[in-house]
C-alpha cells in the first residue's frame, strides 16, 4: 500500500515537471513570434505601393556648379532646395531618395576623374532606385546678365519626361509672373537625361548670372516657393497617370 502511493506520487511529480516544461515552451515560442503578426502594423505591400521620387541636387564636393554673380555656389542652392521638395513630398506620402544629402559628390577622392565617377554614380544610383521620376536640380548662368527665369529639360524621346516637363514648366511660369514664359526644352545631349532609364527632367530654377535672381535664389523664401512649385508638379504628374 505505502510503496503504491510512492508510486503515485512520483508519477504525478514527473507528469508536472513534463507540464511545467511543456508550457514555458510555449511561453517562450510566443514571446519570440515576429511582431509582423500585429495587425496595428503597416503592412508591407502598402510601403512599396508608394511612389517613389528620387531627387538629384546637382554637382557637390570638388563641383561647386555655376558660381553666382555674388559668389554664391550653384551645388549650396540646389541642395537646400531639394531638401525642401523632400519635406513637402513625404508630407504628401512619397518615398524619396536623395542622390546626395550632403555637400559631398558622389565620387571618391582616388577617383581619377572625379566628375565622371560622380556623373556615373548618380546614374547608377537613380537606376538601382527604380523610381517613378526623377527631378534633377540645378541653377543656370548666361554670358548676359539680364537674362533669368526657370526652364525644364526633357530628353527628346521621353513622352513621360516631357509630360512631367510641361507641367514643372507651366507651374514656374504661374508662380514666376509673366515675365517668365519660358517652355519645356528637348535634349539629347545631357549625360543624365541620356542614362537614366525612367522618366526623368533637369529644373533649371533660375540664372546665378542675374543679380536679382540670384539675391532671390539665396534666400529662404523663394527656396520654399520655388520647392512648393517642383512638389506640386510632381503630385499632379503622378496623380494623372
Ligand atoms: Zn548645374
Not at 557637390?60 to 531639394?82: H, M, Q, T, Y
Amino acid at each position: 500500500m505505502k510503496t503504491n502511493l510512492f508510486r503515485v506520487e512520483f508519477f504525478m511529480a514527473i507528469l508536472m515537471f513534463a507540464l511545467v516544461f511543456q508550457l514555458s515552451r510555449q511561453a517562450a515560442a510566443i514571446a519570440s513570434t515576429p511582431a509582423v503578426l500585429s495587425s496595428s502594423d503597416p503592412q508591407p505591400s502598402a510601403s512599396s505601393q508608394k511612389p517613389v521620387v528620387v531627387l538629384d541636387s546637382g554637382h557637390g564636393g570638388f563641383d561647386p556648379g555655376k558660381i553666382s554673380v555674388d559668389g554664391s555656389l550653384e551645388k549650396d542652392i540646389n541642395l537646400r532646395i531639394a531638401q525642401r521638395v523632400k519635406q513637402y513630398l513625404e508630407a504628401s506620402d512619397v518615398e524619396v531618395v536623395m542622390t546626395r544629402s550632403t555637400d559631398a559628390g558622389l565620387y571618391r577622392e582616388t577617383d581619377s576623374n572625379k566628375k565622371t565617377a560622380d556623373m556615373r554614380n548618380r546614374c547608377q544610383l537613380i537606376n538601382d532606385a527604380s523610381p517613378d521620376l526623377t527631378v534633377s536640380i540645378h541653377q543656370n548662368s548666361y554670358h548676359e546678365e539680364s537674362v533669368k527665369g526657370a526652364q525644364v529639360f526633357y530628353y527628346k524621346s521621353s513622352e513621360n519626361g516631357k509630360r512631367l516637363a510641361e507641367i514643372l514648366q507651366k507651374r514656374f511660369d504661374y508662380v514666376l509672373g509673366n515675365e517668365n514664359t519660358r517652355t519645356a526644352k528637348a535634349n539629347d545631349s545631357y549625360y543624365l537625361l541620356l542614362h537614366v532609364k525612367s522618366p526623368i527632367v533637369i529644373v533649371e530654377c533660375g540664372f546665378l548670372s542675374n543679380w536679382s535672381e540670384s539675391a532671390l535664389l539665396n534666400t529662404d523664401e523663394y527656396q520654399d516657393r520655388l520647392a512648393w512649385t517642383i512638389h506640386m508638379g510632381i503630385m499632379e504628374y503622378l496623380n494623372t497617370r
